[in-house]
């Protein structure tokens, strides 16, 4: 049984930053790409950055240079910084793990956290 559990959203102002963070249960959290998706009410949820097992980032193009994702496969954890926050970056954030070591859309990952929500204020 593989669980996530998120951590560390909140309220913040705009220009801001925060870290998400995400634990993973079971031995093999290192063999598989971990991602942090977002999803609005109404709207679909989408990929905000990836991770591979062996530690390449991807990013959407509206995060690049602000947000950073990283492992720790030491603790099965996966981190998402958050910097630079803007108001359109408000939704309700999802860990999540791949089926295998690589992932950039939605079907690749089988594994979800509850979510955590980060609301940026202006």
């Known amino acids: 049984q593989v669980q996530l559990v998120e951590s560390g959203g909140g309220l913040v102002q705009a220009g801001d930053s925060l870290r998400l963070s995400c634990a993973v249960s079971g031995r093999t959290f290192s063999s598989y790409a971990m991602g942090w998706f977002r999803q609005a009410p109404g709207k679909q949820r989408e990929l905000v950055a990836s991770?591979?097992?062996?530690?390449?980032?991807y990013y959407r193009d509206s995060v690049k240079g602000r947000f950073t994702i990283s492992r720790d496969n030491a603790k099965n954890t996966v981190y998402l910084q958050m910097n630079s926050l803007k108001l359109e970056d408000t939704d309700i954030y999802y860990c999540?793990?791949?089926?295998?070591?690589?992932?950039?859309?939605?079907?690749?990952?089988?594994?979800w956290g509850q979510g955590t929500q980060v609301t940026v204020s202006s």
């Open positions: 999540a793990r791949s089926y295998s070591d690589h992932g950039r859309y939605l079907y690749e990952f089988g594994y």
């Open positions: 991770i591979s097992s062996g530690g390449i980032p």
